[in-house]
């Protein structure tokens, strides 16, 4: 048990659905992380906020929209997603981005797009 | 480009010892994580080095040397439930994680 939780843990939607993943962190911390990992691919860094900012989008498809309303919560929007996009998507929180803090994360979503 | 190398699979058996190494070319260095990750699971902390040398932690031990852009995983007396994926991370300049694909670690008894 890390402290980050996420829901749903597996997730299969049509290329045509919309659909919502969701993370919560009862660790108190301020910056929050959507990764994407694929098989034998390395964590891919998708969005960051800090303190309910977003600070990063790393090239992300606007097919996925991130929403944080406040530092323990962030979702992941989805919508018109590709087969491409079946992956595991992680959650993580630090207690603030800009310095080398531990990146805690959660269980991950797997999401299967038919 | 930034990179990190690690290998891809790894076998050992239980009881043994097993070195995972990791080398890394980034822009600047703030510091270099392990995680483990069981299949399923989350990645979970192992360790942090930011200066050169070795940590220890119980029967996990992570090595450092920044000059040579290179540090190692040591897992002793293995056990079966330390199969699973490690995940080697180097914090860049901008504090920004980067991550190798992790090495699959299979203990056979």
């Known amino acids: 048990e890390t402290g980050v939780t996420q829901t749903p843990r597996h997730l299969v939607m049509g290329m045509t659905n919309k659909k919502s993943l969701k993370c919560e962190q009862h660790l108190g911390h301020n910056a929050m992380y959507w990764y994407k990992q694929s098989a034998k691919k390395p964590l891919e860094l998708m969005f960051v906020y800090n303190f309910k900012e977003q600070t990063e989008n790393n090239s992300v498809p606007s097919r996925f929209s991130p929403e944080c309303p406040n530092s323990s919560h962030l979702f992941l929007h989805l919508h018109t997603l590709q087969p491409e996009d079946s992956a595991l998507y992680l959650c993580a929180s630090s207690l603030e981005r800009g310095g080398p803090d531990t990146q805690y994360f959660g269980p991950g979503t797997r999401l299967t797009v038919l | ?109």
């Open chain 2, 1 to 109: 480009g930034q990179n990190i190398d690690q290998p891809t699979e790894m076998t050992a058996t239980e009881g043994a010892i097993v070195q995972i190494n990791c080398t890394y070319q980034t822009s600047g260095f703030n510091g270099l994580f392990w995680y483990q990750q069981h299949a399923g699971e989350a990645p979970t902390f192992l360790s942090y080095n930011v200066l050169d040398g070795l940590e220890e932690k119980g029967r996990f031990s992570s090595f450092l040397s920044r000059s040579k852009g290179y540090s190692y995983l040591l897992l002793k007396e293995l056990q079966m439930k330390d199969s699973a994926s490690y995940l080697c991370a180097v914090s860049d300049s901008n504090y920004q994680l980067i991550w190798g694909a992790g090495t699959k670690l299979i203990i056979k008894p």
